[in-house]
């Protein structure tokens, strides 16, 4: 895996998406391609979405997971999604370069807002709240940077619920007037391709979901 300049990390994007001298040198297919917001869980699920998104749209993975237990672990999980975005970024077939921006990390307001459901089973009640709240950041993000689409790397997992997902993506779209992408990417091996991505680029891959209560669950990522 080759070694290259770190990817960009930043509160706002660094393209605008009307700037047709910037993008010109990418040709005129990216032009036409719509800008997708795509939250990303962790950087082996992302590596699955990016190869599947890459042709169809300008990815910008929006790393923003408060429900991680402790900071150790959030900063080991981004480690590992900001070294996909540079490896990937730095291989020679990368259709486009990703752009990578973190969200904000709050724990505590993660956990007041899941206060009374911390010993739901995994995929119940407390999952659904921290679901909604993550996908909601990402739309508020999305919309404001002007993208038309977002999306997340969820569902790559064989543990989370689709038509749950599914379902807060597409009430939180209308409410953003933004387009929810409707995709399943656990289908076509979506699981099993993330897992041999993430080691190909020797990604760190965590245990257990994220929150300190999923630590014990055998629920999985
Ligand atoms: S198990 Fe995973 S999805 Fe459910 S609340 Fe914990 S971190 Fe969120």
Redesign the pocket.
Known sequence: MKNGPEPMVTSQLSFNNNNKDALSEYGEELVRKPAIAVHSCCGPCSTAVAERLARRFRITLYFCNP??DDEAEYKRRFSAQRAFVRAYNTSPGCPEPIELVAGPYTPAAFLKH?EGFESAP??GL??R???KDRLEATAAFAAMNGFEYFTTT?SVSPH?NYEMILALGREIAVRYALTFLAEDFKKQDGYKRSIELSKAYCLYRQQY???R??KS?D?GI
């Open positions: 429900n991680i899941i995994e995929g407390r999952c709240i921290c679901i969820l989370k979901c994220g929150c209560f999923s669950s629920g």
